[in-house]
């Protein structure tokens, strides 16, 4: 029997005027699990997260936390979620601890309690020695870590990421990575946005790729993989400015295009068939190929193959 | 919560002081420099002024000028100084002065021949901007005054002219005052009662009297209500009125920094109801307000001499205004989230409400519409025209209810706030 949702977002839709920002945008998010939500700048993850937030009120759809229609119970939603929004929102003159414990007070903990949360905070973000400070002479990435701990005093059981490592340096968001692993180690359910391929990847157990406020597909890195027909895409090197694959026999019966350009060519094999045997057909193609590449599919790939354009774009 | 909030924002303020100084350094700053250039003398009133008479005529109605300004209300606010041409203008320059006044050779002769034009002379000091301007007040009444007299009497001057040069006996002496008289009698009817009147403050004036008869070794006490304080008095109260609408207007600017730094945004992920996050700011605000309205109205009554009659409910009445203007620009940052939009329509706004709500000018002075149809609705009248009845005397029960609507005014805007800010970020507006 499948683990019942702590998150269950059903046709969620939000237009802004004329410019619609979501459409239908449906998935769930289990306890113990970090769902991706994967989509360029502008894709509408911020607007979906403002949904389920409670911050914005959706057109259409429904957000269930925990089984209950978020807005039938709002305050009970809240004490649930822990929301860590994209932009910094902390105090830039109070210190590291005073903001952890002035949110730990606003999301109803006691005096007492929010001090002891505090300092376990500190130390599990590694800013115990900084403590003191005025975050506005923290770094970058410190800042970003005060950020994220400022919605967990509270121990929400759902955990809303937006965009959290959006502008630190590699080795910080290792660090933050690190935190949310363990994080979820502890059953809290995580609803990360972001727009890093490699954070989608290595950090979630599901990922829905979103564009346009739709969500184009969603599953764990391999069914998404699968998608293009497996694990491997090829890539040709040639002048394809000449010759059109459109213009070759049964080519896409044989093969599904990722990507087309006009000295590259992406591409992924129709149905199980033997990576040989695709090597041999693409040779055999009326171009003089000058390279062919074998390589398991992306993420990118595969935003390639949903959307037609590079998720780097 | 309210604690929470409130001790939060009392931490920021001592880690960045700057804008919460500034709101309580302008009105320190603009209640001395007015008290420098109104400010009190020794006699708690304008100060007496000191000029230069140069008495170049001589003559009977020379004398008369002088000895004016020596007597009564004029020795009070005068103090003229009889000097020779060349040191009055030496003491003018020395700006030991504040003007001289020249009485032209033949002054008087002209003025009862009404042959040629007759001058007065007035040299104001340019370093001095209000006694001179009073003197330069005083000296057109009188030409008005003396021009009056030579309209209506010019029939009898040829024979003032006489007694002057000649001498007369006293029985022709009491045949022209009986003349002078009878005229005076015939228009009685048109100048009595008079177009403009002057009426000093009943209660005021009691306390004056009470407080001149008490007073030790024979000296009169300190007037402490005296017309100047009272005027005084007046202004400062709308003066306070307006400041406190631009104090409010600065002092929730840290909404909008809420707003912009997202943390309003943050607190709204954890509660669902906004008022209270709103009510700590007004709160706030209102704190610091409290302190400027006092240095006002303390600083400036201690400037000016200002007596206030009753103190406790000026400060109760002041203090519910500060709810007001706090909450009202509670409720503009909730219409216009962005800060630098919502500076100039601020502005626009306190300005409207302070000069329509009478605080620069009395309220019966403005526009007939505005005065009947506005002004009574506006809560800044409300509070000025309460905190003039508490001080001049027939606002003892209107103080009170007064501070009840502005108080209820100021809870219907932070409620009226919050409702707006809600709907403005569940429609996804973010500044």
Redesign the interface.
């Given at each position: 029997m499948p683990t019942m949702s702590l998150l269950r977002v059903q046709g969620l839709n939000?237009a802004?005027g004329a410019i619609r920002?979501t459409e239908s945008v449906s998935f769930e998010v289990r306890p113990g699990e970090i769902y991706g939500l994967l989509g360029p700048n502008g894709a509408g993850k911020t607007?979906t997260i403002?949904m389920i937030?409670?911050?914005?009120?959706p057109d259409a759809g429904e957000v269930f936390v925990d089984g209950v229609a978020f807005w039938s119970d709002?305050?009970r939603a809240?004490r649930i979620?822990?929301?860590v929004?994209q932009?910094?929102?902390?105090?830039?003159?109070?210190s590291g601890r005073?903001n952890l414990e002035?949110?730990g007070?606003?999301?109803?903990l006691s005096r007492q309690e929010a001090r002891a949360r505090t300092t376990e905070l500190l130390e599990a973000l590694s800013l115990a020695d900084r403590a003191a400070d005025?975050v506005k002479t923290y770094s970058g990435g410190m800042k970003r870590r005060i950020n994220l701990g400022?919605?967990l005093l509270h121990r929400p059981q759902l955990l809303l990421l937006d965009e959290p490592t959006v502008g630190i340096d590699p080795q910080a968001r290792l660090n933050i990575l690190e935190f949310i692993r363990k994080l979820r180690g502890s059953g809290t359910a995580i609803l990360y946005t972001t727009h890093y391929l490699e954070e989608a990847e290595t950090l979630c157990q599901r990922i829905g790729i979103i564009d346009k406020g739709r969500l184009l597909a969603e599953g764990t890195l391999s069914e998404l993989q699968e998608r293009l027909g497996g694990d491997r895409v090829f890539v040709l090197e040639a002048d394809f400015t000449a010759t059109k694959p459109d213009s070759w026999d049964d080519f896409h019966q044989r093969f599904r295009i990722i990507q087309k350009a006009d000295h590259q060519l992406v591409v992924a094999a129709v149905g199980k068939r033997d990576p040989a045997e695709c090597l041999k057909e693409l040779l055999g193609l009326p171009v003089r190929v000058e390279n062919v590449m074998l390589k398991r599919p992306s993420l990118n790939d595969v935003f390639l193959q949903l959307t037609g354009r590079d998720l780097r774009e | 919560?309210l604690g929470?909030l409130l001790a939060?924002d009392l931490?920021?303020a001592r880690?960045?002081p700057l804008p919460w100084l500034i709101n309580i350094i302008v009105p320190l700053a603009m209640t001395a420099l007015i008290g420098l250039v109104f400010g009190r003398s020794n006699d708690e009133t304008l100060g007496r002024i000191r000029f230069a008479v140069v008495d170049e005529d001589r003559s009977a109605l020379a004398d008369l000028l002088r000895g004016s300004a020596n007597q009564q209300s004029g020795a009070k606010y005068l103090e003229p100084m009889f000097l020779e041409r060349e040191e009055a203008l030496r003491l003018i320059n020395a700006n030991e002065i504040s003007a001289v006044l020249i009485i032209p050779t033949n002054f008087m002769r002209n003025y009862l021949m009404g042959s040629e034009a007759v001058g007065l002379e007035l040299i104001k000091n340019p370093a001095e901007s209000v006694h001179p301007a009073v003197l330069e007040e005083l000296l057109g009444a009188l030409v008005t005054a003396l021009n009056a007299i030579s309209r209506n009497f010019a029939g009898e001057f040829p024979e003032v002219r006489r007694i002057v040069d000649e001498g007369t006996s006293p029985h022709e002496l009491a045949l022209l005052a009986e003349r002078v008289g009878n005229k005076l009698s015939a228009a009685k009817a048109f100048v009595n009662p008079p177009l403009i009147s002057y009426e000093k403050n009943r209660s005021n004036q009691t306390q004056e009297d009470s407080q001149t008869k008490t007073g030790k070794g024979g000296t009169p006490a300190k007037s402490k209500n005296s017309n100047a304080a009272s005027l005084f008095a007046f202004l400062l109260i709308g003066l306070c009125a307006m400041f406190l609408l631009f104090l409010a207007n600065n002092a929730m600017t840290d909404l909008h920094r809420e707003i912009r730094?997202?943390?309003f945004?943050?607190?709204?992920?954890?509660?669902?109801q906004l008022w209270p996050f709103i009510l700590s700011k007004v709160v706030f605000a209102v704190v610091v307000l409290s302190l400027g309205a006092a240095i006002m109205l303390g600083g400036g009554g201690l400037i000016f001499g200002i007596g206030w009659r009753q103190p406790v409910p000026l400060m109760v009445l002041t203090f519910g205004y500060t709810c007001f203007v706090a909450a009202f620009f509670a409720v503009t940052v909730a219409l216009v989230p962005d800060e630098r939009r919502a500076g100039v329509l601020n502005n626009i706004a306190g300005m409207a409400l302070g000069l329509a709500g009478g605080c620069a000018f009395p309220a019966r002075q403005l526009p007939v519409f505005l005065r009947d149809h506005v002004t009574p609705w506006l809560p800044s009248f409300w509070y000025v025209q309460a905190a003039r009845d508490v001080q001049f005397g027939n606002g003892d029960a209107k103080w009170g209810l007064a501070t009840f609507e502005l108080g209820i005014t100021a809870a219907i805007l932070i409620g009226l706030a919050a409702v707006l800010f809600r709907n403005k970020?569940?429609?996804?507006v973010r500044p």
């Open positions: 939000k802004y920002a607007t403002s937030s409670g911050l914005l009120k709002p305050r809240k979620m822990g929301v929004p932009e910094l929102a902390i105090y830039e003159e109070l005073e002035f949110w007070r606003m999301a109803g005025a400022c919605a | 919560m929470v939060k931490r920021r880690r960045n730094i997202r943390t945004e943050r607190y709204q992920t954890l509660h669902d970020f569940r429609s996804g």
